[in-house]
Structure formats: structure tokens, C-alpha cells
């Protein structure tokens, strides 16, 4: 969906992402009502208690980057995000609240962190628009320290819906798809569960 990744890139996109935008991009493409407070709870359970930084991969204006702050006091928290606007939305309020985080903007794939460095790596509603999921789980292993996490969320899309949304540029796949492209990068512990039209799922190092 080209339009709306350079759409990211406006400041007032930025500004109303999580109140207006997000809700109404999602709603297009789930056809459900979202519930993130549930979305974010699921997220946060199957990270567990990391062992090292975690990052909020696609962490726009930082809606649960902020969550991640305030339940891990003693963890480095990153995010990171490719639009400019986002991450100096976030960072604006980062500083309203006097919370504390670190931002990168980059693009994902590759991840621009050391091997084994990370305790976590989080994905709310980013990977359906990343082409190369393999790439971003190979980045994910070598970036994360053994028994790290790759925590995402995402919709499943099937049928003619599929097709549609892929001519979209958009990129859904189905359970199944996930897992197989998380055990073809080595990851173990598949788990998902679902919460309405979201599909939250993890896997883990070994």
C-alpha cells in the first residue's frame, strides 16, 4: 500500500495515526472491531520477561511503546520506525509524559543492531506490510540473544479478500504461512491467539 507508507510520512498522519488513521485503515482491512487494549495484552504475555532491550519494530507515534515503558522499569526500550514524523511524534510525546526510550528510524529488513543484543522484538500490526517476512525473522535471529522473542501482530486474509489486498501491495498470510516462514528462520515455540480480527502470534529462539 505505497499510498499509505508515503502518507506516514505527513506530519498531521503522524499527529492522528492511533486516534483516526490506524483504526480506520484497519477496520478497511479487517472488516471487525479491533480491541487493542486486548491486542497489547496478548503482545505482552507472550514476551514474557525479556532478557535483553526490546524494540518496537514500526513503533509509529508509540502507542505501545508507552505500555512497554511503564511494565519493563528495568529494559531498554527502542523503537523504531522508518517515518520521520512518527518517530518525532512519539518522541514528542515521550517528553510530555517524561518517559524514557530510545528511537531509530530504519527500515525493516535489516535490523541495524548487533548480533545477539536483543531480549525482544515486537511487531503491532507491521508485518503484513513487509514483502520479505524471511528476511525480517533472519534479522530478527541474528539480532536477538538465545530465548528471544519475535512478538507480532497481524490479520488473516484468505480467499479472493487475499488476492485483493495483495494487489494492494499489502502482503496477509495465514497461520500456517507464519509458522513455517518463523521454523525456516529458526525460530521454535510457535503460539498464536487470536483477538477479534487480530492474529497475535510469537516464536522464539532456541
Known amino acids: 500500500m505505497k499510498g499509505l507508507q508515503q502518507a506516514m510520512e505527513l506530519p498531521w498522519v503522524a499527529r492522528s495515526w492511533e486516534r483516526y488513521v490506524r483504526p480506520a485503515v484497519d477496520a478497511v482491512l479487517t472488516r471487525g472491531q479491533l480491541d487493542r487494549d486486548s491486542e497489547y495484552v496478548a503482545m505482552r504475555s507472550m514476551l514474557g520477561t525479556p532478557n535483553g532491550p526490546v524494540i518496537d519494530l514500526g513503533c509509529g507515534p508509540g502507542l505501545f511503546l508507552k505500555k512497554l515503558v511503564r511494565d519493563l522499569p528495568n529494559v531498554s526500550v527502542i523503537g523504531v520506525d522508518i517515518s520521520r514524523p512518527m518517530i518525532e511524534e512519539a518522541m514528542a510525546q515521550f517528553r510530555e509524559l517524561q518517559l524514557a526510550a530510545d528511537f531509530v528510524r530504519a527500515e525493516a529488513p535489516p535490523l541495524p543492531f548487533l548480533n545477539a543484543c536483543l531480549g525482544g522484538v515486537l511487531a503491532s500490526g507491521m508485518v503484513h506490510f513487509v514483502e520479505d517476512l524471511g528476511g525480517l525473522l533472519n534479522e530478527a535471529r541474528r539480532a536477538l540473544k538465545p530465548r528471544g522473542k519475535f512478538v507480532a501482530s497481524t490479520y488473516d486474509s484468505s480467499g479472493p479478500a487475499k488476492k485483493l489486498h495483495q494487489s494492494a501491495g499489502l502482503f496477509p498470510r495465514s497461520e500456517d504461512e507464519l509458522k ?11 503460539e498464536r491467539i487470536r483477538t477479534g480480527p487480530v492474529m497475535v502470534w510469537s516464536a522464539e529462539l532456541p
Open 180 to 190: 513455517r516462514a518463523a521454523e525456516s528462520a529458526g525460530f521454535i515455540k510457535f
